[in-house]
């Protein structure tokens, strides 16, 4: 996909994550799109507040449910777009469903396991790697957290 492609789905993802912060959660949203076609297969923000859910990552939401919308639990050659590095958890996820390309907006130092911590993908027990775009509307992804992180210690 183009980097058109990119920074408009990445547009999608910002906007869920949007909901999420709306809805009190941490804001962090998620897409998955078939390359081929074009089409939002699903999408998500977080919710494990909401869900009472410690799993409940959008990107784990959304590979759930592009899941049950393709019929499959794998996801070869999808694109998920997130606005944060996936942390270990949704790696693996990623990982497990054979997702074919991932793209992230804003690198999480502290809680990232794909270019920061265990760097997920580049060990040698990961039997799935793939391929990976970062920084793509970094910079709204991060203001997008910071704002929410800052409203919440003015409380």
């Known amino acids: ?24 959660e941490t804001p962090v949203g998620a897409v998955i799109v078939d390359p081929a076609t074009g089409k939002v297969i699903a999408e998500a923000g977080n919710a494990p507040i909401s869900g009472l859910d410690p799993t409940g990552h959008a990107e784990i939401l959304a590979l ?15 694109t998920l777009y997130v606005t944060l590095e996936p942390c270990a958890m949704c790696a693996g996820a990623i990982s497990h469903a054979r997702i074919g390309r991932l793209v ?10 794909v270019t920061h911590g265990p760097r997920f993908f580049t ?17 709204e992804a991060a203001e997008l957290l910071k704002d929410f992180f800052r409203a919440r210690r003015q409380r």
């Open 1 to 24: 996909m183009s980097d058109a492609h990119d920074h408009a789905f990445m547009g999608l993802a910002l906007a869920r994550a949007q909901a999420a912060a709306a809805a009190g």
């Open 104 to 113: 992230y907006g804003a690198d999480d130092v502290k809680g990232g396991a």
């Open 123 to 139: 060990q040698p027990t990961c039997h799935w790697r793939p391929e990976v775009t970062s920084g793509v509307r970094a910079e």
């Open 64 to 78: 759930r449910a592009a899941a049950q919308a393709m019929g499959n639990y794998r996801l070869t050659g999808l």
